[in-house]
């Protein structure tokens, strides 16, 4: 038993964090003596639908797989896809069919919250947004939420653990709770305590909305701090908040009467609607939920190939497949060994080659996040919501 309900790294590694009916496959082939080498295929959508999602998860694939038997190739982190492969596994089956749950569950999980930093990037792309979304999973995932949100491209996150697996430093500065232990009426005490309390290096931003009325708790925390001040932050719960918009512009409009170079940060319950709203009042933005509780991509890894023949299940695209980023931004689908029918740039990478990590291959998040800013301008990608 273990404390926490967390299925630990070595049962991932060892193939035990899988679905029984693996283990039941396994011990089947082998007694029929079969292993049979196969080309099989991670997808999400068969055909393009103009529904881009964004690619993350590979980091965690790639460890999966490393020093099985097998060839990979994948979408690199931080590409758009809509439908085809983002990955193809080539190998004797046994190699990796108890590994299917876990290497699916990595690229699901991850792609799906790096599409909804995505939403949120491109909804506010001259703003500065953060992800504060860890306190909505399990603690075992957060490192998983705040790097995919990166390989969005967001400028920061807010789990101390998380960013100290990635080498990302979190951000963050004070909860309501600090205002609430020093009591009503003592948020001065509170913003003045936490200046002289907190590393300089830290930024002095002041959550003004705890007691009393925004505009209000903002030009007393000027009041307090003066030009130590860096920014506010608003988190007002939406049942009484009213026309956030409004209250952002009353508090701009009254920092700049007081010639306050003070920005304006707000968070609390905001998606891309919310954001695309605000984004010409407010300077900064910390999204939650609506990245971190993000569905899954519906992915699923199927054989399309068996010792050199196509084979796929009934409803399933046969044979291995390539595909492209054409020109003009859109995404094509090809059988393997016709590019002389395709144009653009082929997607489907070397990963892996007998197991081990190809020359050159790279996690880096910055990188990743560069490859989505790209392919987000030449899809349009959030176009239709701006």
């Not at 800013?373 to 176009?383: F, K, N, P, S, V």
């Amino acid at each position: 038993m273990t404390t926490f309900d967390i299925v630990g790294e070595d049962a991932i590694r060892d193939g035990s964090a899988t679905d029984a009916y693996f283990e039941r496959t396994e011990t089947t082939l082998r007694h029929a003596g079969k292993n049979p080498h196969v080309v099989a295929e991670v997808t999400a959508d068969q055909f393009s639908t103009g529904e881009y999602e964004l690619l993350a998860g590979v980091k965690d694939a790639a460890a999966l797989l490393e020093g099985r038997d097998v060839d990979v190739d994948a979408i690199p982190e931080g590409r758009l896809f809509d439908g085809g492969p983002v990955m193809r596994i080539e190998g004797p089956y046994l190699e990796f069919a108890r590994f299917e749950t876990s290497l699916l569950g990595f690229l699901s999980h991850a792609s799906g919250v790096a599409t909804a930093a995505l939403d949120v990037r491109r909804a506010a792309p001259d703003s500065r947004v953060l992800s504060f979304g860890a306190r909505h999973v399990h603690p075992s995932i957060a490192a998983m939420v705040e790097r995919s949100a990166l390989v969005a491209g967001v400028d920061g996150i807010s789990h101390v653990a998380a960013g100290e697996i990635l080498g990302h430093e979190a951000s963050g500065t004070m909860p309501h709770a600090l205002l609430i232990c020093f009591g009503r009426g003592n948020q001065e005490d509170a913003w003045v305590t936490f200046d002289e309390a907190v590393d300089d290096s830290v930024p002095r931003v002041a959550l003004c909305d705890t007691y009393s009325d925004e505009v209000d708790e903002v030009l007393r925390a000027v009041d307090a701090l003066g030009d130590r001040l860096d920014s506010v932050r608003l988190d007002t719960t939406s049942s009484r908040r009213g026309d956030f918009r409004h209250i952002v512009r009353e508090v701009q409009w009254m920092l700049d009467a007081h010639d306050a170079d003070v920005e304006v940060f707000v968070s609390g319950g905001l998606g891309p609607t919310e954001l695309r709203h605000l984004r010409d009042v407010a300077d900064g933005f910390g999204v939650g939920g609506y990245v971190s509780n993000a569905d899954p991509v519906d992915f699923a890894l199927d054989i399309v190939e068996i010792e050199g023949r196509e084979a796929a299940k009934r409803g399933k695209l046969t044979g291995a497949k390539e595909v492209y980023r054409t020109p003009e931004g859109g995404h094509r689908i090809e059988f393997r060994g016709r590019e002389e029918s395709a144009d653009g740039e082929r997607l489907l990478e070397p990963l892996l080659r007998d197991g081990e990590l190809v020359d050159g291959v790279s996690f880096d998040v910055d990188a990743a996040a560069e490859r989505a800013a790209r392919d987000a301008d030449l899809t349009a990608y959030g176009a239709d919501d701006s």
